[in-house]
T-cell receptor
Framework: GEDVEQSLFLSVREGDSSVINCTYT??????LYWYKQEPGAGLQLLTY???NMDMKQDQRLTVLLNKKDKHLSLRIADTQTGDSAIYFC????????WGAGTKLIIKP | DSGVTQTPKHLITATGQRVTLRCSPR?????VYWYQQSLDQGLQFLIQ???????AKGNILERFSAQQFPDLHSELNLSSLELGDSALYFC?????????????????FGEGSRLTVL
């Protein structure tokens, strides 16, 4: 069946770039999403990319999509302490298939 | 504030008991989704309702049931509770019938109901 995989943890220094990676299996996905879950809160859509795009940039966020390898990444430039959260990758064709989430840890 | 309201925020109960979690979706959203988030299993999709009808079913146990009422609020009933049911239960809503069917398929999540089974 469809599956989305992510690393469980990523640790970066404040001010560095964070790159969170995700692989998926459903090549017919229409959209791919990144959701952010801050401590004690629900998930919130951070950004998304349509399947016919290779890249999307929004301020400090860059999403790269490699459809051949079914690989999605989220780059956060100049990582700040407020970026500490769990980041979920999800793919969508009809229903959302979620990754397990990557916990981003910021070191001072 | 996502506009999705969940109650209660915290619930502690004993094994074998039954609880009901309540969700009010964003104003105008027709779809409600229930998710379970536990430490060892990440985010698990349980069930989706659209305008009162069950639309999709995920990894929902037979001990669990849900419904969506005419005013679009939804309830998740958990019965014969076991220790392993301790988790954060999220409700989410969206305007479209399927999460991937809209322009962005964005889900709006509540803050969750934390269930502890002792």
């Amino acid at each position: 069946g469809e599956d989305v995989e992510q690393s469980l943890f990523l640790s970066v220094r404040e001010g560095d770039s964070s790159v969170i990676n995700c692989t998926y299996t459903d090549s017919s996905s229409t959209y791919l999403y990144w959701y952010k879950q801050e401590p004690g809160a629900g998930l919130q859509l951070l950004t998304y990319i349509f399947s016919n795009m290779d890249m999307k940039q929004d301020q400090r966020l860059t999403v790269l999509l490699n459809k051949k390898d079914k690989h999605l990444s989220l780059r956060i430039a100049d990582t700040q302490t407020g970026d500490s959260a769990i980041y979920f990758c999800a793919e969508s064709n009809y229903q959302l298939i979620w990754g397990a989430g990557t916990k981003l840890i910021i070191k001072p | 504030d996502s506009g999705v309201t969940q109650t209660p925020k915290h619930l502690i109960t004993a094994t074998g008991q039954r609880v009901t979690l309540r969700c009010s979706p964003r104003s105008g959203d027709l779809s409600v989704y229930w998710y379970q988030q536990s430490l060892d299993q990440g985010l698990q999709f349980l069930i989706q309702y659209y305008n009162g009808e069950e639309r999709a079913k995920g990894n929902i146990l037979e001990r669990f049931s849900a419904q969506q009422f005419p005013d679009l609020h939804s309830e998740l009933n958990l019965s014969s509770l076991e220790l392993g049911d301790s988790a954060l239960y999220f409700c989410a809503s969206s305007a479209e019938g399927s999460a991937g069917g809209g322009v962005a398929g964005e889900l709006f999540f509540g803050e969750g109901s934390r269930l502890t089974v002792l």
